[in-house]
């Protein structure tokens, strides 16, 4: 098992920034890639980045693409998202995510280990 724990989520005005952590631990051996979605109300999580263990490799989604950024810190067991120049339609609940293997990194029904998710708001 792979437990995953979310921080660093709240409240920023348009234009700000945050940055989510996610700290691992566990079978952390076991996994091939990791990852940030995000979900709103009536809404399918959505796939935000994602990098390979190995870390030779980082994806994003077209939306955030250049504004966002994963990294890890492998002494810290964590992972980061920086979000900089968050817009109103940025604001859901984030969640990290983890899978041991997998083809399509964009689906969230390939991930294995998921975070309890945590709320990122961003006020117009």
Do not use: H
Request: hydrophobic residues 35%.
């Amino acid at each position: 098992q792979v437990q995953l724990v979310e921080s660093g989520g709240g409240l920023v005005q348009a234009g700000g920034s945050l940055r989510l952590s996610c700290a691992t631990s566990g079978r952390t051996f076991s996994v091939s890639t990791m990852g940030w979605f995000r979900q709103t109300p009536g809404k399918e999580r959505e796939f935000v980045a994602t990098f390979s263990w190995n870390g030779n490799n980082t994806y994003y989604a077209d939306s955030v693409k250049g504004r966002f950024t994963i990294s890890r810190d492998i002494a810290k067991n964590t992972v980061y998202l920086q979000m900089n120049s968050l817009k109103p339609e940025d604001a859901a609940v984030y969640y990290c995510a983890a899978r041991r293997w997998g083809s399509d990194y964009r689906l969230w029904g390939s991930y294995d280990y998921w975070g309890q998710g945590i709320q990122v708001t961003v006020s117009s």
